[in-house]
């Protein structure tokens, strides 16, 4: 099996992460991110792979023993889950970008328009893999674990190339704040080193990580029939405005960058009685 079957084929399990659960110490928040995890399971020990650990709470964690001595044993991490913001099944397909648009959906109109994301020149006579327009492609972090399967499957097919142990794991419930990585007994892997498979170019090394903060605020008004308002409505909605009019204007994600910091506003939902603002 190539890498990019095993991308498709893990695509086909709708593992969003369920944040609703997740406030509630449920893990994994989604049920089928243990389905996912099992069967990587199967297709680990299908390799030949003995030493495979499979928690209830979704964490998977395997060993490749080391076949050279003084060697280092390095950890492989990627996450299960794939992000709340949309929750519809993957149709992944694979196309031939010849450059410009690529049609993903025909009969609604979804284009992934080249304007919007140039980084495609770079990728003009390749194979890409895409959704049909309607789903999140997953590849944040599906495409990971395809990697380290795919690397997991080399060592066990050529034994001769030397390497120290080489330890798998893959975690649940990284789309909410990392619930997975906290949940993780780091005692059980028992290596030298370990890399995080999650962005971003190819060849692209992150040696610093990134830190946030979540932040849900409520705002709470005082409902009155605008007909006889004055001197009593105090509407959420105007509240919320003015508390983000108040953040510093150019520290967002879209003005900075390096190591500057940002506020983010992520969702703005309610009405003039209660409303709530995600940061």
Known sequence: MDIVE??????????????????????????????????????????????????DNAILIAKIPANCENAPSIAFFAHLDTSSEQKNDTKAKIVKYTGGDICLNEEQGIYLKFGDNPELKKYVGDDIVVTDGTSLLGADDKAAIASIVNMASFFMQNPEVKHGKIVICFVPDEEQGLLGAKALDVNLLGADFGYCLDCCEIGELIYENWNAADCTMVFKGVSAHPMNAKGKLVNSLLLAHKFISLLPGGEV?????????????????????????KI
């Not at 994600?253 to 603002?277: D, H, I, R």
């Open 6 to 55: 095993r991308f498709i084929n893990y695509t086909k399990f709708n593992t969003t992460t369920n944040k609703e659960n997740g406030l509630k110490g449920i893990m994994p928040s989604n049920p089928t991110e243990y389905e996912l995890a099992k069967f990587i399971k199967d297709e680990l020990s299908s390799l030949g792979i003995k030493d495979i650990i499979l928690q």
């Open 253 to 277: 994600p879209e003005c900075t960058e390096g190591k500057e910091g940002y506020f983010w506003v992520k969702e703005l939902s309610g009405n003039s009685a209660k409303t709530t603002l």
